[in-house]
C-alpha cells in the first residue's frame, strides 16, 4: 500500500517555473513506476511524464517534452515534477500515482493516487 501527497502546485505567470513534490509513504516505493498525470475541466485525464524505479529511464509527453522534468528521490520516497517555461494551457490538477510496475505508459497499471495539486498559469 501507498499512500501519496502531492504539494507545490499554485499560480504563477505564463513563462514561469513551478516544481510539484509527490511525497509518499508505504515500503518498497523503489519498485514503483512513478508518474505525473493532469486534468483540466472538461479534459480528459494526460499523461505527463513517468520514472522508472531506478530513476534511469523516463518518458514524456509531446505537450510537455522540453519543459518539464521529472525526478524521483528513493531514499526521500519523493517524486518532483519540475515545471518550466509554463503556459496557460498547462492550467489543471496536477496528480501523480504509482504503477504496479517498474515503468509503465498504461494508466491502468497506476493503482495508487494523490489527491492533486492545482497548478494554475495566468496569461
Known amino acids: 500500500q501507498v499512500q501519496l501527497v502531492e504539494s507545490g502546485g499554485g499560480l504563477v505567470q505564463a513563462g514561469g517555473s513551478l516544481r510539484v513534490s509527490c511525497a509518499a509513504s508505504?515500503?518498497?516505493?523503489?519498485?514503483?513506476?512513478m508518474g505525473w498525470f493532469r486534468q483540466a475541466p472538461g479534459k480528459e485525464r494526460e499523461l505527463l511524464a513517468v520514472i522508472s524505479g531506478g530513476g534511469f529511464n523516463t518518458y514524456y509527453a509531446d505537450s510537455v517534452k522540453g519543459r518539464f522534468t521529472i525526478s524521483r528521490e528513493n531514499a526521500e520516497k519523493t517524486v518532483y515534477l519540475q515545471m518550466n517555461n509554463l503556459k496557460p494551457e498547462d492550467t489543471a490538477l496536477y496528480y501523480c500515482?504509482?504503477?504496479?510496475?517498474?515503468?509503465?505508459?498504461?494508466?491502468?497499471?497506476?493503482?495508487?493516487w494523490g489527491q492533486g495539486t492545482q497548478v494554475t498559469v495566468s496569461s
Open positions: 500515482a504509482a504503477a504496479s510496475a517498474s515503468f509503465s505508459l498504461d494508466a491502468d497499471r497506476y493503482r495508487y
Open positions: 508505504g515500503s518498497r516505493f523503489s519498485t514503483y513506476g
